[in-house]
C-alpha cells in the first residue's frame, strides 16, 4: 500500500493484510485507486469479526435480526426488489475472440468491457468500505483446491461468503508468496443497484470476474456461479480436470457398501432436495450422505472420476422447504442461517409459502408490506434463498473434507419434464451418456429471471455456466471419457413427469430412494434392465416399490417411451444442436443418428 491509498479499517486487530500476496496487495492498490472508498476492511473470516459485521448490517438495515430463541444467530435480508435472480442476460464471457465463447454466451470483446466496467466503477465506493475477502474454494488439502479473493463494497456479501467459502488466512497462507501462483481476481460492486447498470463479466484468460450493479446471490458471491463454475470450466479444460454443476451424495447400503453419485440438475429442480435424501422406512438401514449440493469439481485418479465440493454451505431456495419435502434442509437452516427475501412473521420468525403448519395470519412479506392469507402476492419471493453452512447439516457426508474427492459411480442428468423423459434410464455407454447431457433440457423456474415453464435446452445444466465455447465442453467431456479405465455409469432421471390430467406420476423427495437404489444396484452389477432405444430402462420389477402407495398403470407410465414424443424429442435435439451453429463435435452427432435409427430398429 502506498500513503495514498486509504487506512485499513478497522484498526482493532481484526483482518491483516500483512501476509498477503504483494501480487494481491498491488490488485486491491488498485481498484482502491480506482473505486476511491472510504476505507479498505482486510476480512479474516474470524468469529469477532463476524459478529462487528452483523451489528453494522442490523444498524444500517441491511438484516433484520429474527427471532434468536427459535431461529438462533439467523437473520433476513431483504433485496431490492429489481434485484431477485441471476441475470443471464447481462452475464458475458470476455475472451479475445467471440468464438472463444461460443454461441450459449453473450461475449464481449476484453479491452472494451475493462473500459466500460472500470468507467462505471470510477468512484463507486466513495463513502463506502471497501471489503478484501480471501477465500479457498475446495478443503484445505486437496489439489483441487483454488484460492479467489473478491473486493466487494457490501457487508451482505462479506457475510454470505463467510458461510459458503473457506474464508481468511486459511486462503492467504495457501496461496503463499509465489508472485506467479494462480489466483481468482473477483470485484464486485453494488453501484446504485440499477438493472441498466448491471453487468456480470468473466475474464477466464486473466482469471478475473467484475460484478456490477447487483446485490443478488448468484451474482455477488463471486466464488459459486462466476468461479468455480464459469471460471472453473475454462480452468477445467485447460488443466485437464472437471468444473460441473453438480450435487455429490454417498450411498450406504445396510451392509456397509458405499457409492457415490453427482447429479446435473437445473437451476430449482430439487438438487438439494436430492442430495440430502432421507430413505423411506421400508429401506431401513439404507443412509445417504451430501458432499456437494450444488458444484463438484473432479479429477482423474487411478482411471476413475473423484470429485470434490468446492463450496462450504449452501445457497439454496427456500419455498417448498419443510420438513415433509427436506428434514435435513429444515434442521440445516434452523440456526446460523442468512434469509434472503423470505416473508417475516410477528414474532420474528421466517416464513415462506410451503412452509410445514398453518400460514400465519399476518406477515410481512418479502418487499417489506403487509401480509395476510387472503394477499394476491407471494408473501417470500419464490427465488427466496437461505444461506448456511454445510455443518449444519445432519448428513453431512464425513468425507467432505477428504483432499483427494470421493469416488464417483454414477453420474445422473435430470430435468423438469411434463412428458417424453421416463423416471429413469441408464445410457449404453460414456459418449452415448455425454449425448444425454447435451440433450438435456428442463422447463424455467425461478431462479433466473425470464418466463417460467418452457422448455429449454440445458446441456449438463451448464448452459448458464459454461464459461467457454460449449462445443469445445462436449469435447472436453468426451476426452475425459478416454482417459477413465474405469468411468462413472452414467442415468438420466426425471421426478416431474405428469399424467394425462397434469398430475405428477411420481411422489418424488425421500421415494427417489427407489430409483437411486436401482442406479446403485446398476452399478454394482445386479439390477435389471430392458434395451430400449433411448438406453437401458428398469422394468417395474426392477424397481423397488414395496409399501410405496402407487398405482401400477403410473409406474407404467412413468416408465414409458411413447414414439411420437421421441420422434418431436429427436427433432428438438436436432434444432438444438444445429441452433449452435456447427460447434457440436461429430461424436454426438453420430449419437443422435444412432438414437434415431433404434427407433427404427
Ligand atoms: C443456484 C442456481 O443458485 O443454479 O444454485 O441458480
Ligand atoms: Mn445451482
Known sequence: MTNSAPAIF??????????????????VHDI???????NIFWCDGSDQENDFLVAESIKQNVLIKLNQKTIPRSYLHRSNPNDVARVEQFTFVCTPTKEEAGPTNNWSEPAEMYAKLRGLLKGAMRGRTMFVIPYMMGPPDSPLTKVGFEITDSKYVVLNMRIMTRMGEVAVKRLG???NAEWNRGVHSLLDVNPERRFICHFPQDNTIISVGSGYGGNVLLSKKCFALRIGTYLARTQ?????????????SPEGKKHYVAAAFPSACGKTNFAMLIPP?????????????????????????YAVNP??????VVPGTSYKSNPNAMKSIAHDTIYTNVALTDDGD???????????????????????????????HPNSRFTTPMRNNPALDPDVEKGEGVPISAIIFGGRRSDTVPLVYQAFDWDHGVYLGATMASETTAAATGAIGQVRRDPMAMLPFCGYNIGDYFQHWLDIGKRLTNPPLIFNVNWFRKGVKGQFLWPGFGENMRVLKWIIDRCEGTGGALKSPIGWLPSPHDLDLAELDIDHKCVAEILGIDHEEWQRELAAHKEFFDSLGGVVPEKLLEQREQLAVRFKE
Open 10 to 27: 478497522p484498526p482493532s486487530g481484526i483482518g491483516d493484510a500483512r501476509s498477503a500476496n504483494q501480487a494481491v496487495l498491488d490488485w
Open 32 to 38: 482502491a485507486t480506482l473505486t476511491e472508498p472510504e
Open 177 to 179: 508468496s509465489d508472485l
Open 240 to 252: 485437464g480436470w472437471m468444473a460441473e454443476h453438480m450435487l455429490i451424495l454417498g450411498v450406504e
Open 281 to 305: 422406512a421400508h429401506f431401513k438401514g439404507w443412509k445417504v450422505t451430501t458432499v456437494g449440493d450444488d458444484i463438484a469439481w473432479m479429477q482423474i485418479r487411478d482411471g476413475r472420476l
Open 311 to 316: 463450496e462450504n454451505g449452501y445457497f439454496g
Open 350 to 380: 421466517a416464513w415462506w409459502e410451503g412452509k410445514d403448519g398453518p400460514r400465519p395470519a399476518h406477515a410481512v412479506d418479502w418487499r417489506g408490506n403487509d401480509w395476510t392469507p387472503e394477499s394476491k402476492e407471494k408473501a417470500a
